[in-house]
T-cell receptor, first 110, second 112 residues
């Protein structure tokens, strides 16, 4: 079983829709990261969370440490949000390296 | 611009050839990492470094070597490339174990 599971694997939405991507993990963590990767592109860090909630523009990330679960929300989605969204965790005692989920491929149609 | 720079961006190798991927960061970060990304899998850690002159093995180190002679550079070497090493390679850096990451733009390597 993977230590970091994301759902759904693929997601298609219409422009303007509210989007939720979920991440569950099975290890104790010191932080959880949400990353964005555009087709053929590099990886950009969106959020680093250890508790609660963070917001940046139309993106909101939440984490529930007790339930070992995090969500990434996109409000008023736009075609430029089309990308792969990756959840990654930093486990306790690690040398800072991350354990990655397989990613959620989001496509937003105009 | 400050960040992580990877060279080259693309490379095609023949089986058995060797090459070195360079990762350079100008943010004075202590920690540097090499990951590989394969279809249908999450990124996997190859090797990492917690400071100049140090290196350590990650999850999938076989067939790779690394060096960190200068703090700003982290080199990934393939001594004898194999088709199984066809992948996209990402370098990342971080100030410490509780800080955020900065990723490079990736190197797409094909071994034929």
């Amino acid at each position: 079983k993977n230590e970091v599971e994301q759902s759904p694997q693929n997601l298609t939405a219409q422009e303007g829709e509210f989007i939720t991507i979920n991440c569950s993990y099975s290890v104790g963590i010191s932080a959880l990261h949400w990353l964005q990767q555009h087709p053929g592109g590099g990886i950009v860090s969106l959020f680093m969370l250890s508790s609660g909630k963070k917001k940046h523009g139309r993106l909101i990330a939440t984490i529930n440490i007790q339930e070992k679960h995090s969500s990434l929300h996109i409000t008023a989605s736009h075609p430029r949000d089309s990308a792969v969204y990756i959840c990654a965790v930093r486990s306790w005692g690690s040398q800072g390296n991350l354990i990655f989920g397989k990613g959620t491929k989001l496509s937003v149609k105009p | 611009n400050a960040g992580v720079t990877q060279t080259p961006k693309f490379r095609v190798l023949k089986t058995g050839q060797s090459m070195t991927l360079l990762c350079a960061q100008d943010m004075n970060h202590e920690y540097m990492y090499w990951y590989r990304q394969d279809p249908g899998m999450g990124l996997r850690l190859i090797h990492y470094s917690v400071g100049e002159g140090t290196t350590a093995k990650g999850e999938v180190p076989d067939g790779y070597n690394v060096s960190r002679l200068k703090k700003q550079n982290f080199l990934l070497g393939l001594e004898s490339a194999a088709p199984s090493q066809t992948s996209v390679y990402f370098c990342a850096s971080s100030p410490g174990t509780v800080d955020g990451y900065t990723f490079g733009s990736g190197t797409r390597l094909t071994v034929v």
